[in-house]
């Protein structure tokens, strides 16, 4: 069965570094996402990215980040300068059409120090 | 008042009883309704998709949508050990990509 894979599945970064976490999203999917989960809280929306731009974008989606479909395959979430507070699981997710199910990759544990 | 309300739990069980999880939400505009499950370190794995008002069964599972209160459920049926893990509900609206998710319930099953 098609899965979402994400890498790594553990960063850990100095605060102001850049990270750049990945996702291989399934193959025939359109619609794709990047979501945070702070420890112990809820999944939250960061962005959804369609026909290689972004569609919609939370208030948490500042300057600090980006997304890029760079080769067709892999889908990108950049932080600029990290800070603390970015210390999450960042989960990526796709859909195939609008108004069907996302699924989710295993997530990437952030850990700025 | 928050999109989506979820009782965190924690909710403990012996194997083999109903289970029922419950999310309310406060904007009318939803239409479609999910049930992720996720364990720990995990990603969310979607166990139930239903739009708007009704029921869908799945198994052990059944999604219940009130959309005149507001409220949706998770019935999990003779309860497994291996069904210890948080149940996330999220909706959506009919236009836009954007998901809205409770907190999570987290639940246990004792052998």
């Known amino acids: 069965e098609p899965e979402v894979t994400q890498t790594p599945s553990h960063q850990v970064t100095q605060m102001g570094q850049e990270v750049i976490l990945r996702c291989v999203p399934i193959?025939?999917?359109?619609?794709f996402y990047w979501y945070r989960q702070i420890l112990g809280q809820k999944v939250e929306f960061l962005v959804s990215?369609?026909?290689?731009?972004?569609?919609?974008k939370s208030e948490i989606f500042d300057d600090q980040f980006s997304v890029e479909r760079p080769d067709g395959s892999n889908f990108t979430l950049k932080i600029r300068s990290t800070k603390l507070e970015d210390s999450a699981m960042y989960f990526c997710?796709?859909?195939?059409?609008?108004?069907?199910?996302?699924?989710f990759g295993p997530g990437t544990r952030l850990t700025v120090l | 008042q928050k999109e989506v309300e979820q009782d965190p739990g924690p909710l403990s069980v012996p194997e083999g009883a109903i289970v029922s999880l419950n999310c309310t939400y406060s904007n009318s505009a939803f239409q479609y309704f999910m049930w992720y499950r996720q364990y720990s370190r995990k990603g969310p794995e979607l166990l139930m998709y239903?739009?708007?008002?009704g029921n869908k069964e799945d198994g052990r599972f059944t999604a219940q949508v009130d959309k005149s209160s507001k409220y949706i459920s998770l019935f999990i049926r003779d309860s497994q050990p291996s069904d210890s893990a948080t149940y996330l509900c999220a909706m959506r609206r009919n236009t836009g990509n954007q998901f809205y998710f409770g907190t999570g319930t987290s639940l246990t099953v004792i052998p």
């Open positions: 193959s025939n999917h359109l619609y």
């Open positions: 997710a796709c859909q195939r059409e609008t108004l069907n199910e996302q699924f």
């Open positions: 990215f369609y026909n290689n731009e972004i569609s919609e």
């Open positions: 239903t739009y708007s008002s």
